[in-house]
């Protein structure tokens, strides 16, 4: 069983600072993992994924996740938010091969940028 | 960049009656699915979707949900007959073979069943 924990509900940070959001996996198989961020009253967009190679990949917007086998994560990080930030983000595990193609998302993570 | 619509943005429904739930996917895109999201709760998958057939639905996709592409038209999902706990916002996704990851949302329709 694949299960996502996203370990802090809400983070508020100024603009400027920099931010991490954590996400830990369970999944015994191989994995695609990625990060979607959804403004309020909008769908989820896509951020970025990591499937294989290099443990640290680059989204869009500045963002950049960081693969750890050992920790089991895949946290989110940015070097200097925006207010535009503002929005919930999710960590999605996908299932490879017998699972299927669908994506077991976290709770989520609601980040607040203030001025 | 590659846009998923829904229609329509709102529903809202008796308990009872059928709803029909539409989504334009992305034009390339052979993959579809249906997520569910309860207000202040995380996203669900309901089922995926591909050459014409149901690849993997969850226990979410009960029976009285059913999915469909006909022609190459809407990917729709419809609920008949629908219950209170179907109220939630749908969310249709769109993805090509082999990017299964990176899956394009529409911005989902709220459904509102009274």
């Known amino acids: 069983t694949q299960t996502v924990s996203q370990s802090d509900a809400h983070v508020t940070v100024f603009e400027g600072d920099s931010v991490e959001l954590r996400c830990n996996y369970s999944?015994?198989?191989?994995?695609?993992l990625s990060w979607y961020i959804q403004h309020h009253g909008h769908g989820l967009q896509f951020l970025l994924k990591?499937?294989?190679?290099?443990?640290v990949v680059q989204g869009v917007n500045g963002f950049e996740a960081e693969f750890s086998k050992s920790d089991s994560s895949f946290h989110l990080r940015k070097a200097s938010v925006h207010w535009s930030d503002s929005a919930v983000y999710f960590c999605?595990?996908?299932?490879?091969?017998?699972?299927?193609?669908?994506?077991?998302f976290g709770i989520g993570t609601l980040l607040s940028v203030k001025p | 960049g590659p846009k998923v619509l829904q229609i329509p943005s709102h529903q809202i429904i008796d308990m009872g009656q059928m709803v029909t739930l539409n989504c334009d996917p992305v034009?390339?895109?052979?993959?579809f699915y249906w997520y569910k999201q309860i207000l202040g709760q995380q996203m669900e998958f309901l089922v995926n979707f591909y050459n014409g057939k149901v690849m993997e639905k969850s226990k979410l996709f009960k029976d009285q949900f059913s999915v469909e592409r006909p022609d190459g038209s809407y990917f729709t999902l419809k609920i008949q007959p629908t219950a209170l706990e179907d109220s939630a916002v749908y969310f249709c996704?769109?993805?090509?073979?082999?990017?299964?990851?990176?899956?394009?949302f529409g911005p989902g329709t709220r459904l509102t069943v009274l």
């Open positions: 999605a595990v996908r299932g490879y091969g017998s699972s299927g193609n669908k994506l077991i």
């Open positions: 996704a769109s993805s090509l073979p082999g990017n299964y990851a990176e899956q394009f």
């Open positions: 990591y499937y294989s190679g290099n443990p």
């Open positions: 999944y015994g198989g191989s994995i695609y």
């Open positions: 034009s390339n895109h052979l993959y």
